[in-house]
């Protein structure tokens, strides 16, 4: 059930586990300290490379008591843009076994949380290469006021979604304006326009799997495994948690699965043996798909942003 189909009592029910969920995590200091040592490789790429004029953690690992084994590692980064930071992105990718990395360019950060992620970032100078000093740094910086704490954390988890949401936005609508070209090119050239279409609605569900991710490791604490864990992910973003509402509706649950099946073709099958005429089926239907996702999803945010 989605937040807007839930009574006032069962959503205050939730929005109360799920602050208590927040507040109960407990700090491991060694995991901590590896996250740190990961993050200040990555910064040395970022300056030394991109030139970045400056480099920052914010998120869980800048309020220590927040971060576990299922946290990110968020880096908020000046003078390099946008682009630049999906190259760092990749290019960083290896630098960590141990926890995903998530780069962004601090214009990209949204207005309504973009002071408080700000004053919460731990910056990371040339050079660093005292872990522990900066924990103890996270420590002076510590909030005794719990519920600022779960604000900030909230935030973050909006702002990443917000981001998200923004990319796929971009994606749809580049699908919309090549269904428009299709109509027009010779016969002979529309192979080459499916197979761009075809590319862009698996990044489209790639990106939605991403939000759900972030959603399972920040609130479920639980990212499913294993071959089918792509279906099994899904399915837990249509299930009613004791800390959240349902994320999306069984109905939507179904439309997207649907999608998710067309990208495990396109990333299955090469080449010929991919059937070019449902490329454009599920293109005409992923405008609506996205319309109806956004709003579901900010019934979840709303969900978020009234703790």
Known sequence: MTADKMSPSELAKCRENLRRHWETRKVDKELVQRAWTDAQRVAAVLYQKYGASKVAVFGSLAEQERFCKYSDIDIVVWGVS????LNALWETEGLS??????IIDVSSIHKLYRERILNQ??????????????IKETDKKKKSD?????IVNQEKLIQRIFIEREKIGKTVKRIGRA??????????????????????????????EKIFQRIAKEIDKHTPSGSRWHNRLLTQMAEHKPERP???TEIMQNKLKSLLDFRHRVNSIYGDELIYATVEEHAKLV???FQSF???LETFINFLNKI
């Open 82 to 85: 946008y682009n630049r930071c």
């Open 97 to 102: 076994d141990e926890f995903e990395i998530d």
């Open 121 to 134: 970032a731990i910056p990371i100078e040339r050079g660093e290469i005292d872990p522990i000093r900066i």
């Open 146 to 150: 719990k519920e600022g704490i779960d």
């Open 179 to 208: 269904l428009e070209k299709i109509e027009i090119l010779p016969i002979d050239a529309r192979e080459f326009i499916e197979i761009a279409l075809a590319a862009d609605l698996a990044e489209v569900y790639t990106g939605i």
């Open 246 to 248: 349902q994320v999306v």
């Open 287 to 289: 405008s609506e798909i």
């Open 294 to 296: 956004s709003e579901e």
